[in-house]
């Protein structure tokens, strides 16, 4: 029996009355089935909720989809889920896990993913999350230098020429400039440049959140090409609550 600890992602109906888990590890996204999830005796339900880390034992089939023989909770999260925040932070962080995957299997990224699990800061752990999986697809944004002609002097981020640009190259191209924002541009250098230890010990640096939150998401979208229906949910709850907006 192989033991799997990792964070439930996804759950949704199979066949019958099986369920399909899909569960992030350090061992990246994997799918699981859980045998009669939803008759109504089922007694896996306390391990198929979404959102909470579990414990899955199972005997490995190569490339099959892995029964799940027994399991446990390890941490239900149960007071962070009543924060509908939290809830959508997770979900935006899930769809992108799961959208990603399809092309490119992604495990770099599980340690910037656990952080949400702290309930310090998880908006900035979110952050720090797209950022990690950005820069492991290979599309990371150029916060060294002017990215079109390579100028130490930066004056604004650019969210098509995939990074900070200077103030010649801004005219020269019409680019959506998302901030001139001295903050905005150091907070967003420091999210593509710092690892996840420097980045736990400058949390407080981060004071332009939702700004950065945004044009985060743009860069991410513009980039990958993935629509984030997450994040329509999240800018519903964002705004309806009244704060920042
Ligand atoms: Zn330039």
Not at 48 to 77: K, N
Not at 191 to 212: G, M, P, R
Request: charged share 20%.
């Amino acid at each position: 029996m192989i033991k799997r600890t990792g964070f439930v992602v996804s759950v949704q109906e199979y066949r019958e009355s099986d369920g399909l888990v899909q569960l992030y590890s350090e061992h990246g996204l994997e799918t699981f089935v859980l045998r009669g999830l939803y008759k109504a005796t089922s007694k896996q339900t306390g391990i198929a909720q979404l959102y909470t880390q579990v414990e899955y034992l199972f005997e490995e089939r190569p490339s099959q989809i892995q029964t799940v023989r027994s399991g446990r909770l390890v941490e239900s999260f149960r007071e962070y889920r009543q924060d509908i925040h939290w809830i959508s932070y997770l979900s935006i962080a899930s769809e992108i896990l799961l959208r990603v995957n399809r092309e490119s299997p992604v495990n770099l990224s599980f340690d910037a993913f656990s952080m949400l699990f702290s309930l310090q800061n998880p908006i900035k752990y979110l952050l720090y999350f797209m950022a990690d999986i950005l820069i492991n697809l290979g599309l990371g944004a150029n916060v060294d230098e002017c990215v079109s002609c390579g100028s130490p002097q930066v004056s604004a981020f650019s969210i098509s020429q995939g990074g900070l640009v200077c103030s010649r190259c801004l005219k020269l191209y019409h680019p959506k400039i998302e901030t001139s924002s001295l903050d905005v541009l150091k907070q967003l250098r420091y999210l593509f440049k710092a690892n996840l230890a420097q980045f736990t010990s400058i949390l407080d640096f981060f004071t332009e959140v939702n700004t950065v939150f945004e044009i985060v998401v743009d860069y991410f979208e513009f980039h990958s090409g993935i629509h984030l229906k997450s994040w329509d949910f999240y800018r519903k709850v964002y705004y309806n609550s009244g704060i920042g907006g």
